[in-house]
């Protein structure tokens, strides 16, 4: 049987290197900082899209493609934007190689591009440019467009899934009419992240508003989604940004009002990528690989045969085969795995590190009973069934896993949440790892002051009402309006 | 109204033209060569990509990621692959952008890679460095992996979906542990093209190989299907290649066999891309704008309320929302389109440019009369039905839309496909337009001298038996196996 991966305990990072490769999610590839991702990762990822492009058409939104190369002087234009974003990007400057004199390929000189293109680090400018020609009339508002895409951001220290140069994701870019539209957009799709991070990745998660430091560069309001990872760290996991009319002032795009006025239109954007992957694996998996929710694991069954003869075989195929489509024909997604090439013992070692939710087990002696054995990823639970009952035990043993997950992660969470109400307990739980509710006297000064001496970073000012008691600052004094939520963060 | 796209006998060219802008499928950007897909257009080619993707998967595929990047050295190794590909194509030089001294941005010239990357024109060089770590025993094999992504070749002269530097595609690549069996996957995946352009696209086409001149840089033998555009032109739609061993020697992809020996692995690759909506547009439109097949129609039905007051409109909307309701449970795709923005006759000729298969036009008559009237796209026919048979009698039509979207295009290129038997009949058919079989000396000297002289390239060498007949070089008097297909081409 393979050697075993890293425990949490032992080293929490290595744990999940070793997950990411062993359950063959992802790895890196001859390109610095760019990954490969694996079937099986990809095939997470699939299932991520699947319901999130649900999700963003069912609330109206239509997925459109703009290029992947931003002319250089696009991102000048919205002054903020290209303060926060132009720093670390891949810049193309020629368009032709040629054969070098010793059999190498060279880079032509004379192919020079006249201005250099970027690579897409995200696609406000070169989509705001476009909307210039979209929208002339109020009629042609609101314009509610998604893009699934590749951007690149030249990161010097990488990891598979959590930080990659080149990354998958998807970005939301809406134009309203009015002020109060694009807030009501920008909210509505937080809370569409949050929807399928509580009840797809069965993440729980934080919504709240980022301080001006950790805004999006051009937005004048974030909202983020933060959830807790096992090592005590927060991982934002989404964000939507409020642009107000920053980029369409830079772009110059106006719209005739119903009244006949010309104006500048409203913008949000808004976004995930496959740094969910990075949530999705720390947030359920345990030291004996993943751990996948049932709603988004690429086949939620894996069904093997246990036999010692051709005869006995054949005899389990046929009730496997069975079972699979019984289970098929509820909506359920199956996995035979009769391969003679591996024994039973490392084919239950390799769908446990791969966190297929439910393994059943189909020996000589089941056949004979009319049973099978069923066992559960999330708890490692056993139970032989009735093959009679088996649609209905799978569905509810899957519900029931799907469900366990969040609740595990929550009261993880709510065992790792703190309030501080004196400096020293501040730091004392900042050290040890979670969250920390604390009072903060609304400065980026004091925010600089508390990540310097702490490493911690405000994550958000969280939405919930229940938040909302004012008192003073743990390290200035001054007055704060309600406790925010500090965490060292990825 | 607006103003009528230019008709095919005018200009044929600005007719593809108008009918890409006007049906809003795509446009181009501010990044030369580069086109923004809209909306509409993005929701046809999510509708190929749906179901392509499932016949791969059908077939055995999974998909994965690899890197935008290809180190540049990368593209060396593959002799004849880096002859046919490493001209024309985007180069990344640096990987920081700073602020100037005038506002600008500019290229920080101490940013420089030590190596130049390109942006994948094709993925085969990265992914054959990745299967190094992947394949290591014939029980690794058959490895059969598809990608989705975007790709750049740096195109001077392009045209929305037919030609431009960035492209959305489909590149599969595989490898197997025997020669046969690489050839038997090249010739499968070409089948599946086929299957989906003449079943979902209703465009007829012609499988055949490349002769040599024409073949993907680094392959053994390329399959292709060949389609004829209504200009006289063909479009290669899909290619399928056999690269035998080139690219694991070049790679050194080794596996070991079920004897214990060591031995290089057989490859194959294959692809299609968003040339096919220029394919799909040229086939079927006309000179009143886009005809679609209603397998592959972002919608397929569109329903438009014709009334004069408010009180017409309420009982209106009624009936349609049940119709609506009942089509969109027999799995058929309807728009309602009710808005008062716009009058019912700007309606009938926008959904006519864009080439939705039936419109359902209800009035107040209509809903005395318990009727609907519904008119094809294709034919232009209109008829009035009884609503209580609305689900049957919209699936026989769009059934029937279907099927005589394929039986018209067949007819257009049997009508057009000519059998040359002196050089003057090629000469007169291929300046007329059409797919002109001849037979030819086998030589790339003779195939580089037709060129010049007509404009025509042989678009394949057809696998079908009748085409198998023996003769003489038209241009040579040499010795002929077989006709082979020729055609001037996009």
């Not at 389990?316 to 090439?341: H, M, P």
């Not at 400096?423 to 979670?434: E, L, Q, S, Y």
Request: charged share 30%.
């Amino acid at each position: 049987m393979a050697k075993k991966i890293t425990s949490r305990r032992d080293d929490y990072s290595q744990w999940y290197n070793d997950i990411v490769q062993r359950a063959d999610l992802a790895e890196n590839s001859g390109v610095r900082g760019c990954m490969v991702i694996k079937p099986y990762g990809y095939a997470i990822w699939e299932k991520m899209q699947a319901e999130l492009d649900r999700m963003f058409k069912q609330t109206g939104h239509l997925n459109a493609y703009f290029p992947l190369f931003i002319p250089k002087s696009y991102l000048s234009k919205e002054a903020a934007h290209v303060e926060g974003f132009a720093k670390e990007c891949a810049v193309v400057t020629h368009y032709r190689l040629k054969n070098g004199d010793n059999g190498d390929v060279i880079v032509d000189p004379d192919a020079k591009l006249e201005e250099e293109l970027i690579v897409r680090p995200t696609s406000e400018t070169i989509i705001w440019d476009t909307y210039r020609k979209w929208i002339q009339s109020y009629r042609d508002l609101p314009l509610l467009i998604n893009q699934w895409a590749n951007v690149v951001r030249w990161e010097m220290r990488t990891r598979l899934f959590l930080r990659t140069a080149e990354f998958l994701w998807q970005g939301g870019d809406t134009a309203h009419a009015s002020k109060k539209e694009a807030i009501e957009e920008t909210e509505k799709m937080i809370d569409v992240y949050a929807d399928f991070s509580e009840n797809f990745m069965a993440m729980p998660v934080i919504k709240g508003l980022k301080t001006e430091n950790e805004r999006f560069a051009g937005a004048e309001e974030t909202y983020c989604i933060e959830a807790l990872m096992q090592d005590g760290k927060s991982l934002q996991a989404g964000t939507s940004h409020f642009l107000a009319q920053n980029f369409s002032k830079a772009f110059d795009v106006k719209y005739t009002t119903k009244e006949g006025k010309q104006d500048y239109v409203w913008a949000t954007s808004w976004g995930v990528s496959t740094r969910l992957m990075g949530a999705l694996i720390m947030t359920h998996s345990d030291d004996l690989g993943l751990v996948l929710p049932p709603k988004l694991a690429p086949f939620q069954i894996v069904i093997i045969p246990i036999y010692k003869s051709d005869d006995q075989l054949k005899k389990i195929n046929s009730v496997a085969f069975d079972v699979k489509q019984k289970l098929e024909s509820k909506g359920i997604s199956v996995n035979y795995d009769a391969r003679n090439t591996h024994k039973p013992g490392w084919k239950f070692a390799e769908y446990e590190l791969k966190g297929v939710p439910l393994r059943l087990a189909l020996g000589n002696r089941d056949i004979e009973n009319g049973t099978i054995e069923i066992a559960r990823r999330d708890t490692l639970e056993k139970q032989i069934v009735k093959i009679e009952n088996i649609e209905n035990e799978v569905l509810n043993l899957l519900e029931d896993i799907q469900n366990n997950l969040y609740k595990k992660a929550l009261l993880f969470r709510e065992e790792n949440t703190f309030i501080a109400n004196t400096k020293d307990d501040f730091i004392k739980h900042i050290d040890r790892g979670g969250f920390v509710y604390a009072h903060w006297d609304g400065t980026a000064k004091t925010e600089e002051l508390i990540k310097q001496k702490t490493k911690a970073t405000i994550r958000c000012i969280p939405l919930s009402d229940q938040e909302k008691t004012a008192g003073n600052c743990l390290f200035t004094g001054m007055p704060s309006k309600q406790r925010v939520l500090f965490a060292k963060a990825y």
